[in-house]
């Protein structure tokens, strides 16, 4: 006779089950209507499957699609039946994995023949087979020879090698069915296939086996699924809109960047609009730097490799940068970070505590060996530059410094236009030492002071625990674009791993010597990819300060052009980047080809407009015309430039 065991519930009762009860039995106790809506189950914890029985005493909680974390299990059932589906379509396809992700998920497989859109087109139609038929996503455990043996039959070497690499000889494995589809999986799932309610399969991409192109390439199918169809459609719709912003299609249309075959991917080639746009954010970023006490510093672009020995970056960082060139006198390599060089200047010449804090900044250009499957347009490249800065400072300064670094990363997303961001704080795990450099003494104070900041300043965010870099805790700032897309940039760091590998030093108030406490900060997170955000969330159509031409004067005829050019001339003096469009081209064509290069203002000047000394401002986004005086255009958008004001 089996014992009994307690569950307690979310609302603090308790219940006494018979061991081997499982989630769904107590949600069918609770409600038909819960056991119905059931997704998932959640003990001490852990997701669990509904039906795992439960043996010993234990929190529950039964997750519906009210609870945010089943939306993640549903995601992983999707994957699975994209899985069966294919199966069943193509049994000669070889599988790898099928995880969920932020806003979906996709399955790895390998066929040498490669899928199709109509492809696309069938599976989906098979998986809206599978989920009429209500199957359950039923587990199983098997002993691993078995289990293998089974894989090695069908030939899946990738599920094979997910056992050899995740289990012990002498343990049962995890195995889902799913119909006539088997998976090596921890789980957990939703119930069945029925569950799903809203599906769609996007797009088919290129992957290597384990992420090395020297292996097999296989297919990764893309897919997302939602618990309503309306859900689903808002993010189709999304995604139809995302297509419209994209940076690397209206780079290529504005004429403001390019990426060379000849030279290779992942390098940007900046063109003269594009540059204009990366000076204007370099300037505010510099002139930022001076009014808030920053020393600028330059510095190489390699550097010998026994520098990257004692910063550590040989060790961690290597498969990450650029080969080893062979010089006359010694190996070298291409910068990976700025860091270990502005530290290089630190330690120069002695400092005491009355210089600090010091704070050196850098608009800094770095290479990293990306692998060619992970590039994107400007968002993920092997070039780019960096404003980077790092402080150096005493244990006293350090909190004063944070709060400054957080306003500065905060001025920055306002002054370029956007107004709502989320905080991240991410620590270490201190039970996972191995990961994680410094003492707990270290931890803590850099943990706090990072705390008392954000709470000081009123800023709600999220703790994410383990997910420090191993040299110290972080605050990452991430801004919501103009669609509601989320962008990692600013990020301000703790480092303890540095001033150590480096043994700087600071002379104390008390004549001794100490180490200074290291902040890396970096706002843009990179100019290439600040800049390509920036395309996507205003679409091209940039504020006035950063467009590359501000104003076109359209001259209706020949004998307008001198009015035009003297009204140029006039907004040239303040600045102003304004072209004079004098070809002998129809007007309409001219306002037309200038709107779908989105210049926020175009002038139309003929007759009456030089006779009374005005202009007629067409204005980005609106339908109606206006008559100015050009005295006043001119007033006009010196203010918008100086108020770098994003809407016209």
């Not at 587990?139 to 012990?168: S, V």
């Not at 957990?188 to 088919?204: C, D, E, Q, R, Y």
């Not at 703790?463 to 940039?489: H, N």
């Amino acid at each position: 006779m089996s014992a009994n065991i307690h569950i307690k519930l979310p609302d603090g009762s308790t219940k006494e089950v018979p061991q081997g009860t499982t989630a769904l039995d107590i949600a069918k106790s609770i409600s038909p209507r819960l056991a119905d809506a059931a997704l998932v189950a959640k003990t001490n914890g852990d997701l669990i499957d509904l039906t795992k029985p439960l043996e010993k005493d234990t929190d529950l909680r039964i997750l519906t699609e009210k609870d945010p974390e089943s939306l993640a299990v549903y995601r992983h059932s999707s994957a699975h039946l994209l899985a069966a589906a294919v199966l069943e379509l193509f049994p000669e396809t070889k599988l790898g994995h099928g995880p969920s992700t932020e806003t979906g998920f996709f399955y790895d497989f390998y066929r040498p023949t490669p899928f199709t859109p109509e492809d696309l087109q069938k599976i989906e139609a098979k998986m809206q087979e599978l989920v009429q038929q209500n199957i359950p996503y039923a587990r199983e455990f098997r002993p691993r020879e078995e289990g293998l043996a089974e894989f090695k039959n069908d030939g899946d070497f990738m599920k094979c090698h997910f056992i050899e690499q995740f289990t012990k000889p002498d343990e049962k494995i995890s195995i889902y069915k799913t119909g006539k589809f088997l998976d090596f999986c921890r789980g957990p799932h939703i119930p069945s296939t029925g569950k799903i309610k809203a599906f769609k399969l996007l797009n088919i991409a290129g992957a290597y086996w384990l992420g090395d192109e020297k292996n097999p390439q296989l297919q990764r199918i893309y897919g997302t699924s939602f618990f309503s169809k309306k859900d689903l459609d808002a993010y189709l719709n999304s995604l139809e809109e995302a297509k419209k912003r994209d940076h690397r299609v209206l780079g290529q249309q504005l004429d403001l960047f390019s990426i060379q075959e000849l030279a290779g991917p992942g390098l940007i080639f900046w063109h003269p609009k594009g540059g204009i746009i990366r000076k204007e954010m370099e300037d505010w970023m510099r002139a930022e730097y001076l009014k808030r006490g920053y020393s600028l510093v330059y510095t190489p672009h390699v550097a010998r490799r026994q520098l990257w020995q004692t910063s550590g970056h040989e060790g961690y960082y290597s498969q990450n940068m650029f080969d080893i060139m062979e010089l006359d006198d010694a190996e070298y390599r291409m910068k990976p970070m700025n860091c270990p060089f502005h530290i290089l200047i630190y330690k120069d010449s002695l400092k005491s505590y009355r210089d600090l804090p010091v704070r050196l900044g850098e608009l800094g250009t770095v290479y990293r060996y990306e692998r060619s499957g992970v590039m994107h347009g400007l968002l993920r490249v092997r070039g780019f530059t960096q404003d980077d800065a790092h402080i150096f400072c005493t244990p006293d300064q350090i909190e004063t410094e944070i709060a400054n670094c957080v306003e500065f990363a905060i001025d920055v997303l306002r002054d370029f236009g956007f107004d709502k961001y989320e905080v991240e704080l991410s620590t270490w795990d201190p039970n996972d030492r191995k990961s994680f450099v410094g003492s707990e003494e270290q931890w803590n104070l850099a943990t706090g002071s990072l705390e008392k900041v954000l709470k000081a300043k009123n800023i709600p965010y999220k703790t994410i625990p383990g997910e420090a870099a191993f040299y110290g805790p972080k605050i990452d700032i991430k801004l919501v674009d103009a669609i509601g897309r989320l962008w990692q940039l600013s990020t301000v760091q703790f480092d303890f791993n540095l001033p150590a590998r480096f043994q700087l030093e600071y002379v104390a108030e008390d004549g001794t010597r100490k180490q200074p406490l290291m902040v890396h900060r970096a706002l843009y997170g990179s100019v290439e990819r600040f800049f390509g955000v920036l395309i996507e969330h205003y679409a091209g159509a940039f504020p006035v300060w950063l467009s590359p031409v501000q104003v076109a004067m359209i001259p209706i005829a020949e004998r307008h052009v001198d009015y035009a050019n003297k009204v140029a001339a006039s907004l040239k003096e303040i600045g102003v980047r304004v072209e004079v469009d004098s070809r002998n081209e129809k007007m309409n064509a001219k306002i037309r080809e200038h709107a779908m290069q989105k210049v926020p203002f175009l002038l139309v000047v003929g007759d009456k407009e030089a006779e009374a000394g005005k202009v007629n401002v067409r204005t980005r986004g609106k339908e109606k015309t206006e008559d100015l005086a050009a005295t006043e255009f001119v007033e006009k958008i010196k203010k918008l430039i100086a108020e770098k004001t994003a809407t016209l």
